[in-house]
């Protein structure tokens, strides 16, 4: 039996603090000393420098969405089952009203979603303005008449690929930086033993402390490049291509409209592009359409 989401993201974060849980104990089990690891001088070295150089390298937007988007990490997918049973259940329903009136019929649902019998049955869905603005541009070309189904898919293929790259700019930003962190992890162990040197000649457990504290930085700079920034920028890379589903299915459903396929099959050939874990079974899908006509 497939986990529910919240279940699948409870275990991801139990697996990530087992680790680090694990290292700690390990380093306690081999007669170490927890409050030598606490370096707070390291620590503002090593994230002062990691936090100016993310700002200098990256444009606000791109700082702002990574900041939003590894705080979305703990609320989950955003795109669930559920809503993408919606997403299929607004397709079909825009695609049967073209079909029956054609697609003159469905102009005014276009030009005002807001206030669309069709699109109002789906107030989530009308909250995601990218979502609806993408469907409703499509819809628009499609009620033109003007264009061969396979311009529209190649159209709609650049869109998609653009919201792609966008969504996956905030992950490679972290990935940067990910790797940026144990070159700051050595800055600060350099510091450390520039500290180190200027202490020669006094207590040799001052010196001890000083090549500890120096040590503790290429520490913290690999633990939290590769430990912490790197799943992050990781997991918002795997939460892009799950949102991206959302646009493609879309896609999917209309460019098989224009073909001449009917609403069924049109998303029927949206649903197969599902993973499977969120993906709604055949019977279920057409069970759930049926009851919204």
């Known amino acids: 039996m497939t986990s529910s989401p919240p279940a699948r993201r409870h275990a991801h974060h139990h697996r990530l603090h087992c680790r680090h849980h694990q290292r700690a104990r390990g380093f306690v089990l081999s007669h170490g000393n927890l409050a030598a690891l606490w370096q707070p001088y390291e620590v503002l070295i090593i994230g002062g420098a990691a936090f100016g150089a993310f700002l200098v390298a990256n444009p606000m937007k791109v700082v702002k969405a ?34 029956k009136e054609g697609m003159i019929g469905i102009e005014k649902d276009i030009d005002n979603p807001e206030s669309s019998p069709v699109f109002s049955k789906y107030p989530k869905l009308l909250a995601n303005h990218h979502l609806i603005e993408f469907t409703t541009d499509c819809l628009r070309l499609m009620v033109s008449g003007n ?83 790197g799943p992050l920028a990781a997991c918002l890379t795997h939460r892009a291509h799950e949102e991206g589903k959302a646009f493609e299915i879309i896609k999917m459903a209309l460019v098989s409209s224009l073909r001449g396929y009917p609403p069924t099959v049109a998303v029927e050939f949206a649903r197969k592009l599902l993973f499977s874990d969120v993906r709604p079974a055949f019977a279920d899908l057409e069970a759930h359409l049926r009851g919204n006509r």
């Open 66 to 99: 990574a900041t939003f988007g590894v705080a979305g990490l703990l609320k989950g997918a955003r795109y669930k089952r559920e809503d993408y049973v919606d997403i299929l259940s607004m397709v079909y329903d825009v695609l049967v009203k073209a079909r």
């Open 147 to 229: 264009m061969e189904p396979h311009e529209l898919e190649q159209l709609l293929e650049i869109e998609v690929e653009t919201h792609h790259q966008e969504a996956v700019e905030p992950a490679h930003a972290l990935r940067v930086l990910a790797d940026s962190l144990p070159g700051f992890g050595i800055v600060a162990a350099v510091l450390g033993i520039v500290v180190t040197m200027a202490s020669i000649g006094g207590e040799v457990a001052t010196i001890g402390e000083h090549v500890a504290a120096a040590l503790v930085g290429t520490f913290l700079g690999i633990l939290l490049g590769y430990g912490f920034v």
